[in-house]
C-alpha cells in the first residue's frame, strides 16, 4: 500500500502547455517537500510546505499544501523542455523527520 | 567535495553474494537516510538515523539487510545473500536534522545489479 499517491504517474505534453500532478495520502503530514530528479542524479529540493493551505511559487511553478494537510499539488505554468524530469512529492510523519515519498510523476516536455 | 558522497556507483555481483554500499554524508548533518529506488519510480524508504537516537528501521525489505552508522557520521548499507530483486539504485540523503521542514540532500545513489 502506498501511502503517498501520485498523479498523474507519467505525462507527456508539448511546451507552453500548463499541467498539474496531485499528492494525495490519507495521512496527516507534519510538512511536504517536492523535489525533481534527473536521470543519473539524486533528487533535488523544490520546495516545502508546512501550514494547512498554504501555497508557494517558484517562478512557473506553483505548490499548495492541502487544508488538512494530507495532500499537495503542483502546478506549471507554460512548460518548458527544461521542466522535463521525475517530480516526487515527500510527506513528513508525526514531526519525526522521516520521509516518505510518493512513486513519483515523469515530465516529459516537448519542444 | 561537501556534498553527500556514495560509493560504489556502480555495482555487479552475482545472486548469493554480500555487498556493502557507503554514504560519507555532509559534515555536520545528524540525519541520514537510504532510499531504494527502481527505474523510472518513487523512493522506497529503507532506514533513518538521527543524531544518537535509535534507527528506524521499519523501512528494510528482510533481514537480509542491515545498515550501521559509525560516529554518527558515515554510513554502510549491507545487504546478505543478494537476490535479482535487490536490484535497484540504492540512495543516501543527509540533513540537518534540527527541524521538521530539513532539506534532504541526496547522493547521486549506488547502482546495484544483481545477476
Known amino acids: 500500500t502506498q501511502l503517498l499517491e501520485q498523479s498523474p504517474q507519467f505525462l507527456s505534453i508539448q511546451e507552453g502547455e500548463n499541467l498539474t500532478v496531485y499528492c494525495n495520502s490519507s495521512s496527516v503530514f507534519s510538512s511536504l517537500q517536492w523535489y525533481r530528479q534527473e536521470p543519473g542524479e539524486g533528487p533535488v529540493l523544490l520546495v516545502t510546505?508546512?501550514?494547512?493551505?498554504e501555497v508557494k511559487k517558484l517562478k512557473r511553478l506553483t505548490f499548495q499544501f492541502g487544508d488538512a494537510r494530507k495532500d499537495s499539488s503542483l502546478h506549471i505554468t507554460a512548460a518548458q523542455p527544461g521542466d522535463t524530469g521525475l517530480y516526487l512529492c515527500?510527506?513528513?510523519?508525526?514531526?519525526?523527520?522521516?520521509?516518505?515519498f510518493g512513486q513519483g510523476t515523469t515530465l516529459q516536455v516537448k519542444p | 567535495g561537501a556534498g553527500v558522497s556514495q560509493s560504489p556507483s556502480n555495482k555487479v555481483t552475482e545472486k548469493g553474494k554480500d555487498v556493502e554500499l557507503r554514504c560519507d554524508p555532509i559534515s555536520g548533518h545528524t540525519a541520514l537516510y537510504w532510499y531504494r529506488q527502481s527505474l523510472g519510480q518513487g523512493l522506497e524508504f529503507l532506514i533513518y538515523f538521527q543524531g544518537n537516537s535509535a534507527p528506524d528501521k521499519s523501512g528494510l525489505p528482510s533481514d537480509r539487510f542491515s545498515a550501521e552508522r559509525t560516529g554518527g557520521s558515515v554510513s554502510t548499507l549491507t545487504i546478505q545473500r543478494t537476490q535479482q530483486e535487490d536490484s535497484a539504485v540504492y540512495l543516501c540523503?543527509?540533513?540537518?536534522?534540527?527541524?521538521?521542514?530539513?532539506?534532504?540532500?541526496f547522493g547521486e545513489g549506488s547502482r546495484l545489479t544483481v545477476l
Open positions: 510546505v508546512v501550514t494547512g493551505g
Open positions: 540523503a543527509s540533513s540537518l536534522g534540527t527541524s521538521n521542514t530539513g532539506e534532504l540532500f
Open positions: 515527500a510527506g513528513e510523519l508525526d514531526n519525526t523527520g522521516k520521509l516518505i
